[in-house]
């Protein structure tokens, strides 16, 4: 009896056509093809920023940075401003002081500090500095995509004042980071 079912099994193996070993080319690959990059979880691409939040950001290798940050393709610092308003040339001086120069000092703002983007542009022109002017969460994803193309940038953020269109996921997930992040500092 077994040798019939196994009789059978190669009578079936031979009738039935195997797709997937003869194949032709199908018409997304080779030239021109499409591919999708995850450039967050590539640690040779450097440092990149995962998420933001009101209490700060979160880089893609697990470091917590609260409040403001400059953040470089190697490096990340904690950027003592409290507000788009005190931005000066002062608080810029470290992007004039790197070897090799920033290409371009992309600077990320709440968007309720915006009105003062005149004022910002001059204190970053007068500094001598490239920069672009964002909101936080426009800034933080070029940032990570100058980066990833191997340019000289650096980024100066502010963590947004307020987050609009959360998920109730990202709400639970920003509470129990915050708890973690808070419970952790007091040990």
Known sequence: MLSNVIRRAKTVKNTVPILSTVRGKAAYEGEGKTVVKVINQDYDLGLMIDSYATYGFKLNNGLTVLGPMAIFPRTVLSWQVDGAENITEETLS?????????????????????????????????????????????????????????????????????????SEDDMLAHKLHYHDVFNASKN
Do not use: Q, W, Y
Request: proline share 5%; aromatic share 6%; net charge neutral.
């Open 94 to 166: 470290l992007f004039k002081l790197l070897e090799p120069k920033v290409d371009l000092l992309v600077l990320g703002l709440d968007s309720k500090e915006l009105p003062v983007l005149n004022k910002v542009f001059r204190v970053t022109k007068n500094a001598g500095l490239n920069a672009e002017i964002l909101a936080t969460e426009h800034a933080c994803s070029t940032f990570n995509f100058l980066n990833a193309e191997g340019r000289a940038v650096a980024a100066a953020l502010l963590p947004p004042l307020t987050i609009t269109n959360m």
